[in-house]
């Protein structure tokens, strides 16, 4: 039987769940409003259209601890170094049909980003991209140049769980803990070999199809 605080804690949470989702069916519906708009007036210029999730993750050689399996009252040890070198990843994931782009960058702002942007939209130049994405500062950026074929629809703050993205994250960094990599070179190595086996297609598609973003197109 759940204690008192407990049971509090679970209407808490499933109170604020509920608004993050009334928030999020708000949103919903504007982008289906501006999808239908979208499709009437450039039906000539594109013929296709997709959603796709956006984020970005930090890796480092920082190294990541994770839970082992050992006898009772034994401490599992692994090798640990405390080191801040970092790389990162961009990546667009579509929760329809598990199409995605993911590229390695050097910094995480509004320069690297226009540069993803623009990769994503050369990828399908005939494919209109909604790209649903978190309110960070450089999303926001005054000098972005946003492609013709891509619109940029923000998450409520502070709803990481609303964006399936991070899933392929938490994906990939699983593939890391427990590994020391005392280069970026060797990290860059470990993260293609990641991407590689977990970011297929079907993959991907399983990993991103919330119900909630399968009744938009």
Same mark, same amino acid.
């Given at each position: ?7 509090? %804690? ?8 509920? =608004?993050?989702? @009334?928030?999020?069916? %708000? ?14 007036? !450039?039906?000539?210029? &594109?013929?296709?259209?997709?959603? &796709? ?6 890796? #480092? ?11 009772? #009252? ?11 070198? !970092?790389?990162?990843?961009? #990546? ?5 049909? #598990? !199409? ?8 995480? @702002?509004?320069? =690297? ?8 939209? !050369? ?34 703050? &502070? ?23 005392? =280069? ?11 991407? %590689?086996?977990?970011? =297929? ?11 909630? &973003?399968?009744?938009?197109?």
């Amino acid at each position: 039987m759940l204690s008192e605080s407990m049971e509090l %804690k679970l209407k808490w949470h499933e109170s604020h769940m509920f =608004t993050k989702m @009334n928030r999020l069916w %708000k949103l919903l519906k504007k982008i289906e409003e501006r999808l239908t708009d979208i499709k009437d007036k !450039n039906t000539d210029k &594109y013929s296709r259209f997709n959603i &796709y999730c956006q984020d970005e993750s930090r890796f #480092g050689l920082l190294t990541l601890a994770h839970k082992a399996l050992t006898r009772k #009252g034994v401490k599992p040890l692994c090798n640990y170094q405390h080191r801040f070198d !970092n790389t990162y990843l961009f #990546g667009a994931f579509s929760p329809l049909n #598990g !199409n995605h782009l993911i590229l390695e960058m050097p910094q995480c @702002n509004s320069s =690297t980003f226009q540069t993803f942007l623009e990769h994503l939209s !050369n990828q399908d130049q005939q494919e209109f991209k909604i790209v649903i994405l978190d309110n960070g500062a450089f999303h926001h950026a005054k000098s972005l140049s946003i492609p013709d074929n891509i619109a940029l629809l923000f998450l409520p703050p &502070y709803s990481p769980e609303l964006n399936p993205a991070e899933k392929v994250w938490w994906m990939i960094k699983r593939e890391l803990k427990m590994k020391l990599f005392k =280069t970026i070179e060797e990290l860059q190595q470990a993260l293609s070999t990641a991407v %590689k086996k977990i970011c =297929t297609q079907p993959a991907i598609k399983q990993l991103t199809a919330y119900s909630y &973003y399968q009744i938009i197109i």
